[in-house]
Structure formats: structure tokens, C-alpha cells
């Protein structure tokens, strides 16, 4: 579904992103792990067309979409849930939720979807008519995959969902993105909660300096000893 092909990425003079290829076949969930500022979010913003590539290739369905603007992105169902929410605080859960099926093909299922998200976030309808900023750092993050959810992605991609928040609230998280997974979305995880993410996930990718480290079922770099030592502290 989603691949990624030899890509480049810099900030200025600054290489960030060297060479990562990577794939995401359809219906699968695979979770990109690697510490502060390996370069995850520059990774994404580029898959999500916010930012763009020196070279390399990023195809969706085969077609390349690596010069296509956010917008056209998310209406071919790529759809990225960003680090640090980004709600509009003073705007109602309902209106923030709204916001996520501002294109065509959306908003025609506004209303089914937004029943969707209702069911799968039950917590999210008791507070529709709340002020987003008025909810606590969970529920916000909630809204946040709400609004994804309201673009009918073919494909959901999570920056840190987990950060700053309780493992209580983590495990329920996580809980949360694996139904979303089950109900036939295919979802890119990325984490700097390698354990919680690569046990969820069935392939993982771990990200170093801009490169791809380590690649391979999630189970088996679990088991793997160089990642214990580096990420997991085992
Ligand atoms: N707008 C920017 N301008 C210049 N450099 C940037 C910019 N954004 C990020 N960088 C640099 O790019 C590198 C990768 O940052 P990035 O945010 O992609 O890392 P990350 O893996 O998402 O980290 P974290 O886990 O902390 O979110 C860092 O060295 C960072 O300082
Ligand atoms: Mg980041």
C-alpha cells in the first residue's frame, strides 16, 4: 500500500532523513521505533506531503505521491495523527472531530463516520459539546485520533500517541489503535515506546540517525539483542 523508496530529507544543510526505504502492505500494522530525534516526524511529515524530499520516491498505491500537496495526500486516504495533538482548544470536541472530514469524499460519510468514532471512542460522545482544550491530555489525544479517523483513512499514521501519558492511559491507547487495526485499517506506529509499539505491531522498522537500523517481524527483533541492549535497556 504505502512504500517508501531510497528517501532524502534535509533541513537546510542538515541531512536528516539518509536513504530510508521502507513498505506497508495492505491491512498490516508496522511500527517505525527509534529514539529523540532519529528523525520519525521529518520521516512523516514527508510521507504526509508537509514536507518535501531531496530524492526518493514515496508511492501510495504505486503512484508516486511525493510531490502532491497535504491535502490531495489525505484525500487518497494517507491520514497522520500529529505529535502534540494540534486540536483547536476553544472549538467543541464535536467541532474538532468535524474538522477531520473537511474533504469531499468525507464529508459525504460525515455522519456515519462520525457514529464510527462515537462507538469506537465512547468516552469522546459524553464530552461532545466540551471545549477540546478543556480535556485532559488523554481524552485530547482521543479527539486527535477522532479527527483522523473522520477522513476515512486507508491507512492511519500515529506520531508518539503515547507521549505524556499515564501507562494506564498508554495501554488504553494502545488498546485503541489495535481496534482500529482490527476494523481493517492498515496503521503506521511510531514510537519511542519500543516495547508497547513492537509488541502491537507485526513488522517493525528502527530508526537511527536517519537510517534504517533494523527491520523485521515485530516479534523477532523483540528477541533480537542488539535492539534489548539499545532500546529496551535488557
Ligand atoms: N524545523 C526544523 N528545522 C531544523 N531542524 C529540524 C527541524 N525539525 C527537526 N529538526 C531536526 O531534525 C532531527 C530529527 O528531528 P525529528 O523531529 O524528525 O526527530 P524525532 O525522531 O521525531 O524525535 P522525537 O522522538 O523527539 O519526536 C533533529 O536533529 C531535529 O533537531
Ligand atoms: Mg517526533
Known amino acids: ?85 494540534k486540536l483547536f482548544p476553544q472549538m467543541t470536541v464535536q467541532e474538532n472531530l468535524e474538522l477531520g472530514s473537511y474533504l469531499k469524499e468525507a464529508k459525504k460519510k460525515r455522519k456515519e463516520t462520525l457514529a464510527y468514532v462515537y462507538e469506537m471512542l465512547p468516552d469522546l460522545k459524553k464530552k461532545a459539546a466540551m ?21 476515512c483513512p486507508k491507512i492511519l499514521i500515529f506520531d508518539e500517541p503515547s507521549i505524556g501519558l499515564s501507562p494506564l492511559l498508554t495501554d488504553i491507547m494502545f488498546e485503541i489503535i489495535r481496534k482500529i487495526k482490527d476494523s481493517g485499517t492498515t496503521v503506521m506506529l511510531v514510537e519511542q515506546n519500543v516495547q508497547n509499539a513492537l509488541k502491537m505491531a507485526d513488522r517493525g522498522y528502527v530508526l537511527e540517525q536517519g537510517r534504517i537500523a533494523m527491520e523485521g517481524r515485530a516479534a523477532d527483533l523483540l528477541e533480537n539483542e542488539e535492539l534489548k541492549k539499545s532500546y529496551l535497556g535488557i
Open 131 to 151: 471545549p477540546a482544550g478543556s480535556l485532559s491530555g488523554g481524552q485530547q489525544q482521543m479527539v486527535a485520533i477522532g479527527r483522523g479517523l473522520m477522513a
Open 1 to 85: 500500500m504505502l512504500s517508501v523508496e531510497d528517501l532524502y530529507v534535509n533541513y537546510g544543510t542538515l541531512r536528516i532523513i539518509q536513504g530510508v526505504s521502507m513498505k506497508i502492505e495492505d491491512g498490516e500494522m508496522i511500527s517505525l521505533v527509534g529514539s529523540n530525534g532519529a528523525g520519525k516526524t521529518t520521516l512523516l511529515k514527508t510521507i504526509s506531503g508537509l514536507k518535501k524530499p531531496e530524492s526518493g520516491k514515496i508511492l501510495l498505491d504505486g503512484e508516486d505521491i511525493s510531490a502532491l500537496s497535504p491535502d490531495r495526500i489525505v484525500a487518497r486516504g494517507l491520514v497522520q495523527i500529529p505529535e502534540g495533538r
